[in-house]
């Protein structure tokens, strides 16, 4: 089993290549931004909760995402799991070691997608267009104001993480500046090194 992280902030193509690896590794992808749209729509009160937060920018709260995780890991991970969009705090990232100690497995990486501001803001209001000339519905949190306040939440807390894994010598940098297949290029080189 090979259980990696994808690391980076909103918009790095963490779900991008997360798609790309489930397609062409069998791995199973574990999206807590998925999740917790999901969980938007099913019109609970933990989902209006979610809705909330989601929509200002901010951080779902630890407890609420480490739940999810907890019930997904339950359900096995195919050739390993790809951890999309979490950990985002420190405290995500201890329980994730606890609970995949808990069923016997480890993280093999996590990879960081070093992607610059100014690319990450373009790309999200390039989904946003994209989504309305297609007559689909434009996540209420890809537009400019509300993107600000997500690379905010993602320096405070989820920034820290990059130092986290560097020390535990599980650190992975690629150019996520590079387009998408470029950036796929460098990842499976990554995991191809892993698995000798
Ligand atoms: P997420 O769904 O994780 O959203 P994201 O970080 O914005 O997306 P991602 O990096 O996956 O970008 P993508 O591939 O789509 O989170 C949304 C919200 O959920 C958070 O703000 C938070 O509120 C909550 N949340 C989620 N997880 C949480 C957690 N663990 N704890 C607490 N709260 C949590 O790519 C974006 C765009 O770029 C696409 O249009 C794509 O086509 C384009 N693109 C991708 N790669 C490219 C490349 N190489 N070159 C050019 N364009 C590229």
């Known amino acids: 089993m090979t259980n990696i992280i ?30 917790l749209r999901e969980a938007k729509t099913s019109g609970t009160e933990m989902g209006k909760r979610v809705a909330e937060v989601m929509d200002r920018g901010e951080l779902v709260t630890d407890e609420i995402v480490i739940g999810l995780i907890e019930e997904k890991l339950k359900a096995g991970g195919g050739a390993g799991f790809i951890f999309d969009g979490f950990p985002r705090t420190l405290a995500q990232a201890d329980a994730l070691n606890a609970l995949l100690a808990k069923l016997g497995q480890k993280l093999e990486g996590a990879i960081q997608l070093v992607v610059d501001d100014e690319a990450l803001i373009s790309r999200i209001v390039g989904r946003a267009d994209e989504a309305r000339a297609a007559g689909l519905p434009v996540r209420a949190d890809d537009n400019p104001e509300v993107f600000a306040d997500r690379l905010r939440a993602y320096y405070k807390s989820t920034a820290p993480l990059i130092g986290y894994y560097y020390h535990a010598g599980d650190l992975f940098t690629v150019d996520g500046m590079a387009s998408p297949d470029a950036v796929a290029g460098q990842i499976a080189a990554i995991l191809d090194q892993q698995a000798e």
């Not at 690391?7 to 998925?34: C, F, I, Y």
Request: a positive charge.
């Open 6 to 35: 994808l690391l980076g902030p909103p918009g790095a193509g963490k779900g991008t290549q997360a798609t790309r690896l489930v397609k062409e590794r069998g791995m199973v992808q574990l999206s807590t931004g998925d999740m």
